[in-house]
């Protein structure tokens, strides 16, 4: 095994950072977090993973929702600026134009994609409330939907999100190397002609 043990590290990478939104104490409140990830497309089931102590982590508990809003580079410094200081002793909802959807959330206009989400379950595991959400509606820029289909949302280079990794460095998405469920499939074929 040509393997070293680094540890307990968590490193799958990059992920994207977002913005997560809520209510707290009447106004809306926004925490820059990295700990974010799908967990099921069809019902669509996102996860965040919150420090108990965030204002933020608060808000979700109080009003059972919030938003995830997943910004572009451009936005870099305005998203680690939320990830440095408090909702307790900062409005953070100066920063940003909010709109809101069904589920009570804030969400902001500048992120080209906004999940306004509602708690579906809630688990606590030492200091972290890790919230599993149901995704009651998607936003996306108008610039960025295809017309005549609302499906079709553009690649993402062209959304530009904003990956984090376990350096504690930001990155930007690379090329398309292969389609989903398909690339398999031009392996196996690949494959019999070999065998
Ligand atoms: C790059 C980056 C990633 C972060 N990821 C997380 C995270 O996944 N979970 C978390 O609880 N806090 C994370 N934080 C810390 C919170 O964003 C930070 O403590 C923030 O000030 C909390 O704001 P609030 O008290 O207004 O909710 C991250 C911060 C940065 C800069």
Same mark, same amino acid.
């Given at each position: 095994?040509?393997?070293?043990? !680094?540890?307990?590290?968590? &490193?799958?990478?990059?992920?994207?950072?977002?913005?997560?939104?809520?209510?707290?104490?009447?106004?809306?409140?926004?925490? #820059? *977090?990295?700990?974010?990830?799908?967990?099921? !497309?069809?019902?669509?089931?996102?996860?965040? +993973?919150?420090?108990?102590?965030?204002?933020?982590?608060?808000?979700?508990?109080?009003?059972?929702?919030?938003?995830?809003?997943?910004? #572009?580079?451009?936005?870099? +410094?305005?998203?680690?600026?939320?990830?440095?200081?408090?909702?307790?002793? !900062?409005?953070?909802?100066?920063?940003?134009? &909010?709109?809101?959807?069904?589920?009570?959330?804030?969400?902001?206009?500048?992120?080209?994609?906004?999940?306004?989400?509602?708690?579906?379950?809630?688990?606590?595991?030492?200091?972290?409330?890790?919230? *599993?959400?149901?995704?009651?509606?998607?936003?996306?820029?108008?610039?960025?939907?295809?017309?005549?289909?609302?499906?079709?949302?553009?690649?993402?280079?062209?959304?530009?999100?904003?990956?984090?990794?376990?350096?504690?460095?930001?990155?930007?998405?690379?090329?398309? *190397?292969? #389609?989903?469920?398909?690339?398999?499939?031009?392996?196996?074929?690949?494959?019999?002609?070999?065998?």
């Amino acid at each position: 095994m040509n393997k070293r043990a !680094i540890g307990t590290v968590p &490193l799958i990478y990059p992920v994207p950072i977002v913005l997560v939104g809520a209510m707290v104490e009447g106004r809306g409140n926004f925490s #820059t *977090i990295g700990d974010a990830a799908i967990m099921g !497309i069809r019902p669509a089931l996102v996860c965040i +993973s919150m420090n108990r102590t965030h204002f933020t982590t608060g808000g979700i508990q109080s009003s059972n929702a919030f938003s995830i809003n997943v910004p #572009t580079t451009s936005q870099v +410094s305005v998203v680690d600026y939320c990830g440095i200081v408090s909702g307790k002793t !900062i409005n953070k909802a100066d920063l940003f134009t &909010l709109f809101y959807g069904d589920g009570g959330a804030p969400m902001i206009e500048e992120c080209p994609v906004n999940l306004d989400c509602t708690v579906e379950k809630e688990i606590q595991i030492e200091h972290r409330c890790i919230f *599993i959400g149901r995704v009651v509606q998607t936003y996306v820029d108008e610039k960025f939907v295809d017309e005549g289909d609302e499906r079709t949302v553009a690649e993402m280079p062209v959304l530009d999100p904003i990956m984090y990794a376990l350096d504690n460095r930001y990155y930007r998405v690379g090329g398309v *190397i292969g #389609t989903g469920y398909n690339e398999g499939r031009q392996y196996r074929e690949s494959s019999r002609q070999d065998g």
